[in-house]
């Protein structure tokens, strides 16, 4: 089992329901290709760098998982196919990486410190 990341950009004209559904459907597919789900994260609607497809915003979803090799392929086969997916990457992580995602979701990596904090620290 290799571990991945996968983080999907949803066009912004879905309703809240509507991408619900979507990310349900992407969870469920997973599963059933022997996906282990890791972690889930929706970041919901924030501005993208650069147009696409004429939208200049959409919806961020990313999913951490430990799957089988060949899911990636059906994977974007099922990205190419919906039109409600702008952009999807999958990123193959490393041991380095899942270390790196897994202290950052414990807050030891990535934390701002509050400015009051800051300056009594000093």
Known sequence: ???????????????????????????????????????????????????????????????????????IKKLDVRFKRDTDVLRALNVKLDKWGVQYLDMKRKGLIGKKKDPVEAVEGE
């Not at 349900?24 to 994260?41: R, S, Y």
């Open 1 to 71: 089992m290799t571990n991945y990341e996968t983080v999907t950009i949803f066009t912004p004209v879905l309703t809240e329901s509507e991408m619900q559904e979507r990310t349900t459907a992407l969870v469920d597919f997973l599963k059933e290709n022997g996906a282990e789900i890791t972690h889930i994260d929706s970041w919901g609607m924030k501005k993208l760098a650069y147009p696409i497809q004429k939208k200049t915003t959409g919806f961020y979803f990313i999913i951490e998982y430990q799957a089988p090799g060949d899911i």
